[in-house]
């Protein structure tokens, strides 16, 4: 029998992209409590990020140490354990595997040591590109792997380089590796952050009096107490250290490419990005949806709890009431069933519940953020038929999925997404709502106040920066 666990994050349970990591330093935290105990609190606030694993990693009299395992922030870190640590500069990460199976020893972060005791610690948010060419490069030159994840290749080179400065070694590290990064790189007196050229995945910078942050997005900051000062850019390496914050080009910059799925739904809404507040983002789409729909409604509700902010948007553009008609449960842990359709609707059922008071005989657009395979689309749409909704109009407050994910997030394969195997009208069919609405690439740009070239939007355009797409086309 399979355990089929509900929880983000369990492979059998793909109904939606997964973003592969987060990462979260201090460096010379001074209380209250001590380094362990902030890193778990930012960890904790990063947890949407990664929950098959978490891990930290500090610098100790003998040698950096290392405490990490499967599961979530909190069934990994001991308080009592955490409290007893004195190094004031801490590296952790949470993970979901995109590059390498869901192991103990895929979890971050890694650490290399070497004879003279010396040693570095890694994280990484992001996915290597060129991972194959890489790894049987290194494979030649007689590295042993203890890992199936593509961070232990940037370890290897950086470790590899070490001995011309540590900013030296990550900038030779930054000429061979391809893809998406947003790193942070720990040794006995220092961090590093560093990011990919394109900047994929977000990285900031925060600091409370003589405390720097890094992190992978500003809700973590928020959450220990930081000030914001200033991301992490693309192709930049910054050093912190005694002497302050330090920082140099590590490669030029190309074409700026932040994953605008990043404010679709992978980042907190209450975390910014490149200036724009992610829950402000949302919402914007969710009124711009407004001129898309024809049909006549009586209520907004959203996907809980993914649709929340754009319904909001929505429902404030058509003047009609914003409803929470369903509830979600969120105390399900392990159902124990197997992964069959038939169980995934029980799971559903087990975690949706439409409140049929407020339902019935209402004419509903029903809002959420994404639509990969439709399942749990379907599923609700005849939930709420079910509890005597009128007319069920799916508002999908983002384009179409069409396209795998290269730079680290986990998309099904292309035959598994929902738009790929129909147009809107036969989709809407399939999933039993009365018609579908998506936001458009044009949508996204307005809200977040950018041209479209200053963002990665691969996997609805096919067009993916540094990589020749399917159409040949290299942007
Ligand atoms: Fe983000 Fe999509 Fe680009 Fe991946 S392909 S980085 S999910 S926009």
């Known amino acids: 029998m399979h355990i089929y666990q509900t929880i983000p994050g369990n492979q059998n349970d793909r109904q939606r992209p997964l973003e592969k990591c987060g990462v979260f330093a201090v460096y010379n935290y001074q209380g209250p409590g001590n380094a362990g105990i902030i890193t778990y609190l930012g960890l904790l606030a990063l947890q949407h990020r990664g929950q098959e694993s978490a891990g930290i990693a500090y610098p100790d009299l003998d040698g950096m140490k290392l405490i990490k395992g499967m599961g979530l922030v909190d069934q990994i870190f001991n308080r009592d354990i955490l409290n007893m640590i004195t ?18 020893s895929n979890a971050q972060p890694l650490v290399a040591r070497s004879v003279d005791q010396s040693s570095i610690a890694l994280a990484h948010n992001g996915n290597l590109t060129n991972t194959r060419h890489l790894h049987n490069k290194l494979l030649e030159e007689g590295q042993i792997f203890h890992t199936t994840s593509d961070t232990e290749i940037i370890l290897a080179h950086i470790f590899h380089y070490r001995r011309q400065g540590m900013v030296e070694a990550i900038k030779r590290t930054m000429q061979e590796i ?20 394109n900047g994929f995945r977000p990285l900031v910078i925060g600091n409370s009096g003589p405390t720097y942050y890094l992190a992978s997005e500003t809700a973590a900051l928020d959450t220990v107490g930081a000030d914001f000062i200033r991301e992490v850019k693309p192709g930049e390496i910054v050093m912190i250290g005694p002497n302050g914050l330090h920082s140099c080009l590590g490669k030029s910059a190309t074409r700026r490419s932040l994953c605008i799925f990043e404010y679709v739904y992978f980042a907190r809404p209450d975390s910014v990005i490149a200036g724009n507040n992610v829950h402000q983002v949302r919402k914007s789409v969710g009124i711009q949806l407004a001129d898309r729909i024809s049909a006549e409604l009586d209520m907004v509700i959203p996907s809980p709890d993914s649709g929340v902010s754009a319904a909001m948007g929505l429902a404030e553009a058509l003047q009609i009431p914003l409803e929470w008609a369903v509830h979600r449960n969120p105390y399900l842990g392990r159902t124990f069933i197997e992964p069959t359709q038939d169980e995934r609707e029980l799971a559903v059922r087990l975690k949706f519940n439409p409140i049929s008071a407020i339902i019935r005989g209402k004419k509903i657009a029903v809002v959420d953020d994404s639509l990969v395979r439709g399942t749990t689309a379907k599923i609700l749409t005849g939930l709420l038929r079910s509890a005597g909704a009128e007319a069920v109009h799916l508002c999908i407050a983002s384009p179409p999925y069409k396209n795998p994910c290269y730079y680290g997030i986990d998309i099904p394969v292309a035959a598994d997404l929902a738009f790929n195997q129909a147009n809107a009208e036969s ?17 996204l740009y307005k809200a977040v106040g950018s041209a479209s070239n200053n963002y990665c939007t691969a996997c609805f355009s096919g067009e993916y920066p540094g990589l020749r797409s399917r159409r040949g086309k290299v942007s």
């Open 87 to 104: 190094s004031a500069t801490m590296l952790g990460h949470v993970r979901y595997s995109t590059t390498g199976s869901s192991n103990p």
């Open 178 to 197: 391809r893809g998406a990064y947003a790193a942070v790189l720990m040794d006995e007196k220092h961090l590093y952050a560093f990011r990919d050229p």
């Open 427 to 443: 989709l809407a069919e399939k999933i039993g709502a009365d018609s579908i609405t998506f936001a458009t690439p044009d949508d």
